[in-house]
């Protein structure tokens, strides 16, 4: 995926309430280890840029295991 495309992006739930959705994993995002539905348009929507600016800037938690040479596996396991 190009990193200037946005990775992250925001979609109303039934409910009447925001979720923000990762496009690369096909999930639910999470921030700070907390899913992220049920919040109001504009906590979604900032939680939807800060996510995208972490991945533009490739401080995202799969680039740093890029860069450092380690997969998941390996990550867990170093935990």
Do not use: Q
């Not at 700070?32 to 919040?39: E, F, K, N, Q, Y």
């Not at 600016?53 to 680039?63: G, K, P, T, V």
Request: glycine share 8%.
């Amino acid at each position: 995926m190009d990193r200037n495309e946005p990775r992250f992006f925001c979609k109303r739930e039934p409910s009447g309430k925001w979720a923000v959705w990762d496009s690369v994993r096909n999930t639910l995002a999470t921030l700070g280890g907390g899913p992220l539905h049920g919040r109001e348009e504009i906590r979604a929507r900032s939680a939807c840029k800060i996510l995208n600016a972490i991945y533009r800037s490739e401080l995202d938690a799969d680039s740093i295991r890029e860069r450092n040479g380690m997969d998941k596996g390996i990550a867990r396991e170093a935990r």
